[in-house]
Structures are given as structure tokens and as C-alpha cells.
T-cell receptor, first 110, second 113 residues
Framework: SQQGEEDPQALSIQEGENATMNCSYKTSINNLQWYRQNSGRGLVHLIL???NEREKHSGRLRVTLDTSKKSSSLLITASRAADTASYFCAPMDSNYQLIWGAGTKLIIKP | EPEVTQTPSHQVTQMGQEVILRCVPI?????FYWYRQILGQKVEFLVSFYNNEISEKSEIFDDQFSVERPDGSNFTLKIRSTKLEDSAMYFCASSVPLSYEQYFGPGTRLTVT
């Protein structure tokens, strides 16, 4: 399987804490993207990191990419209740196709 | 901010019936996609479309599926003879040339009974 695999499958933390989600993949990639999905809703693009980048920031989000280990992480700092959602990593392969994992379900407890 | 729209939000159909799911991509986007997500499972790529033709399709996208861009704004997914296992959320997405970010619509929940 070429799909991205998120870890953990579910994560529950207190509001204000940091949340870290990891992703591993098997194929060579052009870039890797993270998406958020609120329950029963559409997918929202969060951040894209190119294969030649190691780290990228966007607001409270920090993404790292280690192409030698074929892994990525998404850190959400100072979590808020509104961050409760499922988070998907989607590596983009050499055919420019996004490969989806099962996601991490993040619950932020108030 | 421009966004991808999809209609209907929920479609209930009987097994064997044809359904057409509609999408209006963002106006200056040229690449279009359909994905599906069976409840509780991962997102699955169905097809990508560029320059009025299919550029990639997955194994799921068999002969019962077809896509069309009937005019300058709509992008449709047709399922000719629906099966129970076609029940899923169907997402349309679009992107601009030279950008890898895909913008997703809110989805159409298809329920086949």
C-alpha cells in the first residue's frame, strides 16, 4: 500500500495543550499535504510541505518532513476546542496523486 | 473567498438507479477531481480531469462511473447503476495549474437503499 498512515488513530487532550500527529508513507513524493475534516464535512487544506523542505509553519501549525524516514508530523500548539476534527496527511506521489490515510481523530477537551 | 460547491448535499436513491452528482469548481481552476469516503474509512481517489478529459482514474472508477464538464462551470460525476456499496460521501476538488493544493467541496452524501 502506498497510502499515508497516521498515528495515533485517536488523540484526546486538554485545551491549551499541544497536539502532535505523525504520518508515514511508502512511496517517493513530490510534496506532502495535511488536511482537516470536521465531522461529516468537507476537507480543508491546512498546509503543504515540499519534498525539499524540512519544516514549515502556518500560524499554530508546524509541519516537519523527513524524506529519509518517509515520515511527517503535524504539531498544533495551544489547542482550542475548535481544533477538534480528523486530520489527514496526504502525500502527493510522482503522478501528482494524493494518497490518503485513515486520519487521526483529535478531540480537544475544554 | 471562492469555494467549491456541490449539490445536492444528500442524495438518497434506490439500487440500480442512476445518479448525477454536481460540482462547481473554483472559477480559475483547471484541474478537477472526485474522491469518495465510505463512512468511517479513508478518502479514496476516483478520477482526475483536465483539459476536458480524464487524466488519471483509480480501480474504483469502473464503467459504471463517468465524469463530464457539460459547460464552463459544472463538473459532474454520474453513477449509472448504483449499488449498495456506492453509499459514501463524494467530494469534488479543484486546483490551479502549477499548484498542488486541492480545494474541496463540502461533499454529497449518497445513500443507496
Amino acid at each position: 500500500s502506498q497510502q499515508g498512515e497516521e498515528d495515533p488513530q485517536a488523540l484526546s487532550i486538554q485545551e491549551g495543550e499541544n497536539a502532535t500527529m505523525n504520518c508515514s508513507y511508502k512511496t517517493s513524493i513530490n510534496n506532502l499535504q495535511w488536511y482537516r475534516q470536521n465531522s461529516g464535512r468537507g476537507l480543508v487544506h491546512l498546509i503543504l510541505i515540499r519534498s525539499n523542505e524540512r519544516e514549515k509553519h502556518s500560524g499554530r501549525l508546524r509541519v516537519t518532513l523527513d524524506t529519509s524516514k518517509k515520515s511527517s508530523s503535524l504539531l498544533i500548539t495551544a489547542s482550542r476546542a475548535a481544533d477538534t476534527a480528523s486530520y489527514f496527511c496526504a502525500p502527493m506521489d510522482s503522478n501528482y496523486q494524493l494518497i490518503w490515510g485513515a486520519g487521526t481523530k483529535l478531540i480537544i477537551k475544554p | 473567498e471562492p469555494e467549491v460547491t456541490q449539490t445536492p448535499s444528500h442524495q438518497v436513491t434506490q439500487m440500480g438507479q442512476e445518479v448525477i452528482l454536481r460540482c462547481v469548481p473554483i472559477s480559475n481552476h483547471l484541474y478537477f477531481y472526485w474522491y469518495r469516503q465510505i463512512l468511517g474509512q479513508k478518502v479514496e481517489f476516483l478520477v482526475s480531469f483536465y483539459n476536458n478529459e480524464i487524466s488519471e482514474k483509480s480501480e474504483i472508477f469502473d464503467d459504471q462511473f463517468s465524469v463530464e464538464r457539460p459547460d464552463g462551470s459544472n463538473f459532474t460525476l454520474k453513477i449509472r447503476s448504483t449499488k449498495l456499496e456506492d453509499s459514501a460521501m463524494y467530494f469534488c476538488a479543484s486546483s490551479v495549474p502549477l499548484s498542488y493544493e486541492q480545494y474541496f467541496g463540502p461533499g454529497t452524501r449518497l445513500t443507496v437503499t
